[in-house]
């Protein structure tokens, strides 16, 4: 059974960074992929990154391409989400989630996700 533990939210000035991390228990890593969605208020829930478990490409969505770095240490079981340069339009309650369907993480959207954490807010204010 995946387990999956967000922390590292909180409220961060624009420009800031923020480093979100997901636990994971009883993932087994061949297998899932994962990945970081975020959804703001009023609007629908979005991939921002994901890691595919094959090959280990990862992929990001367009607003957060070159300020969001996500990566994974399985020794640690543990899932991140560096993020520099935020935008107030960044604030949003962001989820890890995981996956075994096989084919490449950014095929999927959050309805084919299974597994997921319960959230952590992130807010971008001055």
């Known amino acids: 059974q995946v387990q999956l533990v967000e922390s590292g939210g909180g409220l961060v000035e624009p420009g800031g960074s923020l480093r979100l991390t997901c636990e994971a228990s009883?993932?087994?890593?061949?297998?899932?992929?994962v990945a970081w969605f975020r959804q703001a208020a009023g609007k629908e829930r979005e991939r921002v990154s994901c890691?595919?478990?094959?090959?280990?490409?990862?992929f990001y969505g367009d607003p957060v391409k070159g300020r969001f770095t996500m990566s994974r240490d399985k020794s640690k079981n543990t899932i991140y989400l560096q993020m520099n340069s935020l935008k107030p339009e960044d604030t949003a309650v962001y989820y890890c989630?995981?996956?075994?369907?096989?084919?490449?993480?950014?095929?999927?959207?959050?309805?084919?996700?299974?597994?997921w954490g319960q959230g952590t807010q992130v807010t971008v204010s001055s």
């Open positions: 890691i595919s478990s094959g090959d280990g490409s990862t």
């Open positions: 009883g993932l087994t890593w061949y297998y899932y992929n």
């Open positions: 989630a995981a996956e075994n369907l096989g084919l490449s993480c950014n095929l999927y959207g959050p309805h084919e996700y299974g597994q």
